[in-house]
């Protein structure tokens, strides 16, 4: 299983980006719980957005009305749109699979992508 995050970049404040998580050996469409997750300097890692396999998803409230998640299956790709993004939106931004449903049951498979580091700056 690999997850492979890309998108990150230099912004000003209020601008966007769009963050791509690719996933490889498992199916998107299987996973239980996809999630986007951003850890900045000294500070613990925090979950931003998350979308189920039945497309359920949650925000953390700082993030709410500007950022969007999502999945494209035929592209086995998951999402982050951000807009309007502060500087406190800067961080490296992770994407994970929690579990994975196979013949009714679920497996843990615990996967992570490597990060992307968003920046923003004036």
């Known amino acids: 299983v690999q997850l492979q995050a890309s998108g990150g970049g230099l912004v000003q404040p209020g601008g966007s980006l769009r963050l791509s998580c690719a996933a490889s050996?498992?199916?998107?469409?299987?996973?239980?719980?996809m999630g986007w997750y951003r850890q900045a300097p000294g500070k613990q890692r925090e979950l931003v957005a998350s979308?189920?396999?039945?497309?359920?998803?949650n925000y953390v409230d700082s993030v709410k009305g500007r950022f969007t998640i999502s999945k494209d299956i035929t592209k086995n790709t998951m999402y982050l749109q951000m807009d309007d993004l502060k500087p406190e939106d800067a961080a490296v931004y992770y994407c994970?699979?929690?579990?994975?449903?196979?013949?009714?049951?679920?497996?843990?498979?615990?996967?992570w992508g490597q990060g992307t580091l968003v920046t923003v700056s004036s």
């Open positions: 994970h699979a929690d579990m994975l449903w196979n013949a009714g049951e679920l497996f843990n498979i615990d996967a």
């Open positions: 979308i189920s396999n039945r497309d359920k998803s």
């Open positions: 050996g498992i199916s998107i469409f299987n996973v239980n719980v």
